[in-house]
């Protein structure tokens, strides 16, 4: 078996292809350069920065409609929340056993929060597919060691004394330990910074298995080249060659690396990107080379076009690139997408010319023009505009005028430019923070609107989580396999209906193959059908068991579904609890749990007996006093109530089941019907209707 760390680059045969390639990733970034600075124009347009692009240019008014800064928000915001619905349940794993590894799905959830993929990641990732109109992730392992510092109580002996004491002393030592911490580590890469060759490669992986590779431009400082050495990716000698090469490393940019995106984007930030700071342009390179005759990955860094700094195997055990890439919207016949800003750009820089010269216009129409003879009215110096000042002229002589309001027409060319652009981008009312104000839309134009919002939304978050999103878990999984060796706590919900836990994940065995699918837009979509499935139940529930020959009617996967839609994965568990999963402890066991400052539930399986004569003894030997005891006389109440109930229910016939199915003999639906609610409700004097609750412009909103 091949070391995977081993380095190949001082290989005759490697050294042949990897110049062979250079010159194609080299001539491939300069092939999209007029796609980086186009990109950096349709940053423009979104940071509000005027730019060579607008017609009409004054001194005075410099104002940036932001049209496009809105609608891209505006998808942002819903595409996020669509993605990650309320109830935190985000992925689903099917597996070749049949078992439903809950432990491991809550894995990759936690990762999930650890990534920041919620509040960083996806939406500046959703930002940059509008705009680049390419979605790309770079999807490492982040390993990081800290030291951390903890008090331990230890006991001394009397012979460990140098006095002679009666009994067991106690002291307090500081102990320090190195902790080290891994998990996955996401990154948005810019569009202007990634090349797939050849481009007429459907995908990433496509490129790299017809020949081609995908080369991800790196800029790299003098720590982090030190870090590269230290970790072993780079040798020493090579890496002060490229350090003395600082702001000349790196191939022949076509003057791309002078006007990068990030740049751009740090000034439109404030902040001056390589402006003190000396980085070297690095080519990392995923492709496939010839070793012993066998086609491998390999991942090869450049530094120049003289300088090959590194080339080895593929590090990750799944043997995949991590750069994950999909376009926008497919265009036929090419790897990358079409920016969604591009064919709106005009527009936003006719609304911004519309604006200032709107405001120009407006500035003269404050200001009264005088119209005066200056042989009839010599004293035109005297003319002063100011509180109670004296002309000294001819009033028939002169003549105040003002200036048209033109601003007017301004504003509804600025209007038109809007409902154009938020057409073409797919925006409607319902997605911003206002809606038309010049009319109440009527309710079917709102359930139109709403409608029409659904299925665009679906569509292009359906790109996301099968291009992106589920590729992700993937690796997330993946990398858990070959990098953790050690158990890890996360909060695993479990089954659905069991209370949440701290549940220890041993690393993952390979002898069971997992699939995982991003289920988060799913679970959107499903509560969205709550009414239609609440319908589809009372259908089932009226049909007779005749009329199901061998099969049977079981309701409870539809109601935790129901129940986590409308409740959330945190209070579900709690209302609607799965009996048969509480499992029964041993009474020891929880006294040991209990002594330890857990709160240890009691469960229908416990002997409730047994149980309370053990903990009752328990809090005997330790003692009535301190917060141990608290929690096993809390527990042992919990055993003396349960055990008054299940007496109190054997002596009133309670514990029947009720004939109607409802609580207090209560009625249910009937078959086929919806639940509504109740009718005919006096309201007091001035309430609002219900359908006026709340204006039909303003729903839904920005959650």
Known sequence: ?????????????????????????????????????????????????????????????????????????????????QIFPENGRYIEVITEDGDYPYGHMALMENYIDRSNLRTEIIPAMCRSGDI????????????????????????????????DLDGIEEYEVVEEQEWIEGRPHVEVVSDSDLTIYPATADSVDDAIE????????????????????????????????????????????????????????????????????????????WVKLKIKGEKRLCVVYYGGDELLLSVKLNPYW????????????????????????????ELQYMANDAANLAMSSGIYSLMPIVMTDPEKNPRIGTMLMNIASIWQTNPNDTQLVEFPPLYQHGFQMIDWCK?????????????????????????????????????????????????????LIERFFEYDKQFRTAP??????????????????PPIQREKRYYFKWFGVEQARSAQRIQQQISAVNVARGIPPQLMPGRKLDLVPVIENLMENAFGSRLAPLVFKDETAQMSYSPLLENEMLMNGYDVEISELDDDMEHL??????????????VQAGFLKLHIAKHQQRILERQQEVSMGLAQANP?????????????????????????????????????????RNM
């Open 1 to 81: 078996m091949e070391d995977l760390n081993k380095e190949l680059s001082g290989l005759k045969a490697i050294q042949t292809q990897a110049q062979k390639i250079h010159q194609q990733v080299s001539q491939s970034f300069k092939d999209q350069q007029n796609r980086a600075n186009e990109n950096i124009d349709w940053w423009d347009c979104y940071n509000g920065k005027l730019n060579n692009n607008q017609a009409y240019e004054d001194a005075v008014s410099k104002i940036y409609v932001p049209i496009v800064y809105e609608a891209v928000e505006a998808r942002t915001t819903r595409f996020s929340n």
């Open 132 to 163: 680049e109109g390419q979605y790309s992730l770079y999807v490492s392992w982040k390993e990081s060691k800290k030291k951390i510092r903890y008090k331990d109580l230890k006991k001394n002996t009397i012979a460990d004394l140098d006095v």
């Open 210 to 285: 017809s020949g081609g590779h995908v080369t991800m431009l790196m800029r790299m400082t003098e720590g982090k080249i030190d870090e590269m050495v230290a970790n072993g990716t780079f040798d020493k000698a090579k890496a002060e060659q490229l350090k003395t090469g600082f702001g000349n490393s790196g191939a022949d940019l076509g003057g791309y690396a002078s006007r990068s995106t990030e740049k751009e984007q740090g000034a439109a930030a404030g902040i001056r990107v390589e402006g003190n700071t000396r980085v070297a342009h690095v080519y990392q390179t």
């Open 318 to 345: 799944c043997n995949k690139c991590p750069i994950i890439s999909a376009p926008v919207r497919k265009v036929a016949g090419i790897c990358k997408g079409v920016s969604l800003v591009k064919p709106v750009a």
């Open 419 to 471: 409902s154009e652009i938020f057409q073409a981008l797919s925006v409607n009312p319902s997605m911003i923070t206002s809606g038309q104000a010049y009319r109440r839309p009527t309710q079917s134009e709102v359930a139109n609107e709403q409608m029409v919002d659904v299925l665009t939304t679906a569509d292009a978050v359906t790109i996301i989580e099968n291009s992106i999103l589920t590729p």
């Open 488 to 505: 890890v706590a996360v909060k695993a919900h479990g089954q659905v209906g069991i209370r949440a836990q701290m549940e220890y994940i």
């Open 613 to 626: 004569q053990a903990h009752i003894d328990a809090l005997n030997a330790e003692g009535d006093v301190g």
């Open 660 to 700: 109607t199915g409802a609580p207090g003999g209560a009625a249910m639906p009937l078959p086929g019907s919806s639940p509504a609610g109740p009718a005919n409700i006096k309201q007091p004097p001035g309430s609002i209707e219900a359908d006026q609750m709340q204006d039909p412009t303003m729903m839904p």
